[in-house]
């Protein structure tokens, strides 16, 4: 798969470390892509024996830092949400209609970026019963 290009090469590496971790169904935009190298797995230790990571502007770069580097993860995608849905309990969706940065494995940038129609459309009560598949791309509607 061909991952998606950053929004913004020229802000790599500018943003916080610190993000939520997964969720939300769906995505706007990837802003970077990240790799994440550990001191206690092999990693040179450049952080006061912390954690650290790199950013990239392609999948491409990020991957092949990271079968190169000692200690270090797959790629990450930080991405924004500008709306998103949250699954507070199972099966309890809501449409939350704000801004999130978010990092996530990147095969879940196999799923399609969000419409203006998607979130509507997933929570619809006329929606099949197979929605998260369709959302995650993994079956088409019918």
């Given at each position: 798969?061909?991952?998606?290009?950053v929004?913004?090469?020229?802000?790599?590496?500018?943003?916080?470390?610190?993000?939520?971790?997964g969720?939300?169904?769906?995505?706007?935009e990837v802003?970077?892509?990240?790799?994440?190298?550990?001191?206690?797995?092999?990693?040179e230790?450049?952080?006061?024996?912390?954690?650290?990571?790199?950013?990239?502007?392609?999948?491409?770069?990020?991957?092949?830092?990271?079968?190169?580097?000692?200690g270090?993860?797959?790629?990450?995608?930080?991405?924004?949400?500008?709306?998103?849905?949250?699954?507070?309990?199972?099966?309890?969706?809501?449409?939350?209609?704000?801004?999130?940065?978010?990092e996530?494995?990147?095969e879940?940038?196999?799923?399609?970026?969000?419409?203006k129609?998607?979130?509507?459309?997933?929570?619809?009560?006329?929606a099949?019963?197979?929605?998260?598949?369709?959302?995650?791309?993994?079956?088409?509607?019918?």
């Open positions: 798969m061909a991952y998606p290009k929004l913004d090469p020229s802000k790599v590496g500018s943003y916080p470390a610190t993000a939520k971790a969720g939300g169904f769906v995505w706007d802003l970077e892509y990240r790799v994440w190298c550990h001191v206690r797995e092999g990693a230790d450049s952080a006061d024996g912390s954690d650290y990571f790199y950013a990239f502007e392609s999948y491409e770069e990020a991957a092949k830092f990271s079968s190169d580097t000692n270090a993860t797959n790629p990450l995608a930080l991405v924004l949400q500008r709306e998103y849905i949250d699954e507070a309990s199972p099966g309890h969706y809501t449409h939350v209609k704000e801004e999130r940065v978010t996530w494995p990147v879940f940038l196999s799923r399609p970026r969000r419409t129609s998607t979130i509507p459309d997933f929570l619809a009560p006329d099949p019963q197979n929605r998260l598949e369709i959302l995650r791309g993994q079956v088409d509607q019918v």
